[in-house]
């Protein structure tokens, strides 16, 4: 399938196949680039980036750089490292990035090649579902900043995106479920016509053949273009994406990569449904749905008793929509539905002003136990031409 994602006066193929990488190998070989600059994460690289350099490399020049995978590895100073190892590498004016990942190689790629000469080419092949469905979908290109998530960064359109659903048969349980949660979040805020299909399609041990994965992705990808096509920098109609994102970043934050993205958005939603019944706008009926389909999905819909609560309300001070409403003091901008596929406006944006201390009380109401460990540290390994790499450190899988 290849559909035209549409962005404002922005287009840009997105070619979705099963078993396709010999196609999206041709694809980059006829980009005419002077070095394909391939980006992973330090397990997508030995997954598909070793074997994208190995076979393009008799064709074209191609390097594997390889930037330790996780969350709390996203920031500026990934992308000046993996931009600095390009020059070094001989990158010009005519080279392409090649993003090979999830989310975030999705994103510090993209900063690097809006950075790089001030904008070099740049090519998705997302290999998580969030990537697939979801940021691959977008022009933003953000790192995290010290106090908060997607803080720095740019708008920067791809040449194209280039999928193959194979590719998310190695996706550990947990970003399987972390892309099912932000899948869960576009029926329920955008296209409610998904609920069903997903009520039948969705398991709890996120075991999903390539026929499912296709479906899931298709509509997600419909659910996303129908608010983003005249709204490309996401700051009108598509700013229902941040459903569930202003608590869920959070939590996100907070949890330093001990919960994945779509799981701490997933809470966030729970929250926000919570937070709408109690303004008196969403239904008991669909807040019951939220659980039910994040459930279905195989994801946690009560805040695990690890993740500090304090830090959640304090790091809501430094949401990435602050400043669109003119907040009361004390009060945080959230989307918040009024029913299914019905977000609630306020001037002109569907964002409405909450008192943190409503937050506060719901957050407090929905936390319990569990949440894993986590490691911090940072290295890039650049690796040369065609060479196959060692794997960095462990992955956040
Ligand atoms: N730009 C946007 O509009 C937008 C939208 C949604 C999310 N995001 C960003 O995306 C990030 C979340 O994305 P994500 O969940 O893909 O995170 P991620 O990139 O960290 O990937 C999750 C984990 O899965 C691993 N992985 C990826 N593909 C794999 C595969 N095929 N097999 C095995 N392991 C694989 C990664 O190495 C990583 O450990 C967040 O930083 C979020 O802010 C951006």
């Known amino acids: 399938m290849e559909v035209e994602i549409r962005l ?20 980059l070989v006829a ?12 397990n997508t690289g030995p997954l598909f980036g070793a074997e994208l350099v190995e076979r393009l490399s008799p064709r074209v020049p191609a390097n594997l750089l390889i930037h330790r995978a996780g969350e709390p590895y996203k920031d500026l100073q990934a992308v000046g490292t993996l931009a600095d190892s390009a020059l070094q590498l001989g990158a010009d004016r005519a080279s392409v990035v090649v993003a090979v990942g999830g989310g975030v190689i999705g994103n510090i790629a993209g ?13 998705h092949i997302p290999t998580s579902l969030i990537a697939m469905s979801d940021s691959v979908l977008s022009l933003k290109q953000a790192v995290n900043a010290c106090v908060g998530k997607n803080l720095m960064g740019t708008f920067y359109a791809p040449e194209s995106v280039l999928a193959d659903t194979a590719m998310l048969r190695s996706l550990p349980f947990r970003e399987t479920v972390s892309g099912l949660c932000e899948v869960v ?19 709890q041990d996120a075991v999903y053949d390539d026929e499912t994965m296709y479906e899931i992705i298709s509509e ?13 920098h996401e700051c009108r109609a598509g700013l229902v994406l941040e459903y569930g994102h202003t608590v869920g ?5 907070t949890a330093a990569g001990g919960l994945s993205h ?35 999905a ?25 400043g669109y409403l003119a907040d009361p003091a004390e009060s945080s901008a959230m989307v918040l539905l009024g029913g299914l596929g019905e977000p609630l406006w306020h001037d002109g944006r569907p964002l409405v002003s909450v008192p943190m201390a409503l937050v506060g009380e719901v957050i407090n109401e929905i936390a319990c136990p569990e949440i894993p460990n986590f490691e911090l540290v940072s290295p890039v390994e650049t690796v040369e031409e065609g060479r196959v790499p060692d794997t960095v450190g462990a992955a956040d899988g």
């Open 262 to 296: 779509g799981q701490a958005i997933g809470l966030g939603m729970v929250v926000a449904a919570e937070v709408s019944h109690r303004l008196g706008h969403l239904d008991q009926e669909a807040v019951a749905l939220h659980r039910e389909l994040l459930t279905r």
């Open 185 to 203: 979040k576009n029926s329920l805020a955008i296209r409610p016509s998904m609920v069903e299909m997903l009520r039948t399609s969705l398991r």
């Open 220 to 232: 997600s990808i419909l659910a996303k273009a129908s608010v983003t096509e005249d709204d490309m």
């Open 249 to 253: 970043h959070a939590i996100e934050y």
């Open 111 to 123: 900063l690097m090649a809006a950075l790089l000469f001030r904008g070099i080419r740049l090519v």
């Open 8 to 27: 404002g006066s922005v287009r840009y193929p997105f070619r979705l196949g099963t078993d396709c990488l010999g196609a999206i190998v041709e694809d």
């Open 298 to 322: 195989g994801a946690m819909v009560t805040i695990p008793e690890e993740v500090d609560l304090d830090e959640v309300m304090h790091r809501l001070r430094f949401d990435n929509k602050r």
């Open 31 to 42: 980009m005419s680039a002077s070095r394909l600059l391939i980006v992973c994460d330090s």
